[in-house]
């Protein structure tokens, strides 16, 4: 596409409400184009429609029209979330339509460079901490995008003296054409979402398009312990910036000594690493892991990644050690929510797949007893039973994957195994899934929600399964 400023006067179908949709029809309304906005859901299910009716938008509620997409439609908006095989989005391939998500629309509105962040697991704490370092260094962020406010919003925002900072899902890039972040970080990739992507090639040439545009006048933050992420560094036309956990290297932002590989013995000190920054100038100490705001090996990833990304972007690494001891984390990413009877309670809704509940699992010292289950996407989660092997005591399943979960727990040998099958309603479902594991747990145990499924069988929103998780512990 080109920018908005171009479609004047020219038919735009915004495809899905949400926050991401009324703002990006309301900045092809500024700009005067004939913008069309239709979701399927009814419209007292539609909060949003009346106030783009008040702007004098046209908004169509309840189902999706034969005639949304004519001939005379210049651009297709997707929300990110809906597939690709609905009606009107068939329609507009069918005719040559452009199809884009919001993130698109963004780049061409935004005067500041923008920074990318993607990956399967540690957006949303990545992309904060990134905020917080850039403050830091006096590089004036706005962070927005996958992480909860509209990017067009905050595109429409800056000025050129700031820096978007963007979290960015594979939903998002797929519908990219020619989006181009000044630095664009990729965390990690596992295997999730394919019921949206079909396949991995697909999830995996989605999140690529986030360095698809990049020039040599950019920056590349690519996980060097990932291997497939490591095989895209031969697709980069930009600057290569790796970091790692698990291996020295020879430029870039590592651990010092590093992590120890699965299942060697870590003959280092714990608070004797520290987070260095290797460049032709030089090795440069940042501060020290055992310092960081928040424990796991994942979320000292999560700070290489953070680090090199605002190098990238030219901070300077004096100031980067207090921010990376002060971060504290974000709501439902391993979230502590407080210690009753001498159980610790841990919410962590947002690890919507088994990687991430394992990696949430590894970072607790506590003999854990662990809330999982949720949208059904075809695994047979038979890739968490290592980690209830070695790390989880007792497991409370619920969901649409109960089953497959509790089946699971007990092959891994473990006798506390409580299925909840639904109540009257999700609330209640979960509320009695932490009775029952507040049952099942001893002094000196923690109670982790991470339910290593998305939420969208029983909740609207991980928020909200993790919002009822905590109101539900406080109640006990």
């Not at 972040?181 to 992507?197: F, G």
Request: net charge negative.
């Amino acid at each position: 596409m080109n920018h908005p400023q171009t479609y004047r006067g020219r038919r735009v179908v915004v495809l899905g409400l949400a926050k991401s949709g009324v703002s990006v029809a309301k900045v092809f309304h500024s700009y005067g184009a004939a913008v069309v906005v239709n979701d399927q859901k009814e419209r007292e299910k539609c909060p949003e429609a009346s106030e783009l009716d008040a702007l004098g938008i046209s908004v169509i509620c309840g189902g999706h029209p034969e005639d949304l997409i004519t001939e005379e439609t210049a651009l297709l908006i997707k929300n990110p979330g809906i597939p690709y095989h609905v009606g009107p989005v068939r329609a507009a391939e069918a005719l040559g339509i452009e199809i884009v998500t919001e993130v698109e629309v963004a780049y061409w509105l935004s005067p500041a460079p923008i920074i990318g962040i993607t990956g399967s697991n540690g957006k949303t704490t990545t992309t904060t901490w990134t905020g917080k370092l850039m403050e830091a260094a006096g590089m004036k962020p706005i962070v927005a995008g996958n992480i909860g406010r509209p990017l067009c919003e905050a595109a429409e925002e800056a000025t050129a003296d700031q820096w978007v900072v963007a979290e960015l899902s594979s939903f998002q890039l797929k519908g990219t054409s020619s989006f181009k972040p000044r630095v664009a970080v990729l965390l990690n990739l596992a295997e999730t979402h394919l019921d949206y992507h079909g396949d991995m090639d697909d999830y995996v040439a989605s999140k690529a398009r986030l360095f698809a545009n990049q020039t040599s006048e950019d920056t590349a933050v690519l996980n060097w312990d990932d291997p497939v992420c490591r095989r895209l560094a031969e697709m980069l036309q930009a600057r290569l910036l790796p970091f790692a956990a698990y291996q020295r290297l020879d430029s870039g932002v590592y651990l010092e000594p590093p992590y120890p590989a699965a299942g060697e013995v870590d003959k280092a000190a714990v608070d004797s690493r520290q987070i260095v920054w290797k460049s032709d100038k030089g090795v440069i100490r940042i501060a020290a892991a055992a310092e960081l705001g928040i424990p796991g090996r994942h979320n000292a990833a999560n700070a290489l990644a953070a680090v090199a990304a605002v190098l990238a972007a030219g901070a300077d690494p004096k100031l980067l050690a207090e921010p990376l001891r002060s971060f504290r984390g974000v709501e439902h990413r391993l979230e502590y929510v407080g210690s009753f009877r001498g159980v610790a309670y841990y919410n962590d809704s947002k690890a919507t797949n088994p990687t991430a509940t394992t990696m949430s699992v590894g970072s607790l010292k506590e003999p854990i007893v662990l809330i999982a289950g949720g949208l059904d996407r075809g695994s047979d989660y038979m890739d968490l039973l290592p980690m209830f092997k070695s790390r989880v005591r007792a497991v409370v399943s619920i969901g649409q994957t109960r089953e497959k979960i509790s089946r699971v727990a007990e092959l891994a040998g473990l006798t506390e195994v409580v299925t909840v099958d639904p109540l009257e309603d999700a609330e209640s479902t979960l509320r009695q899934a932490v009775r029952e594991a507040a049952a099942l747990a001893r002094p000196g145990d923690a109670v982790l929600l991470s339910p290593a499924c998305a939420s969208w069988d029983m909740f609207q929103s991980y928020e909200q399964r993790g919002r009822i998780f905590k109101e539900s512990a406080h109640t006990l």
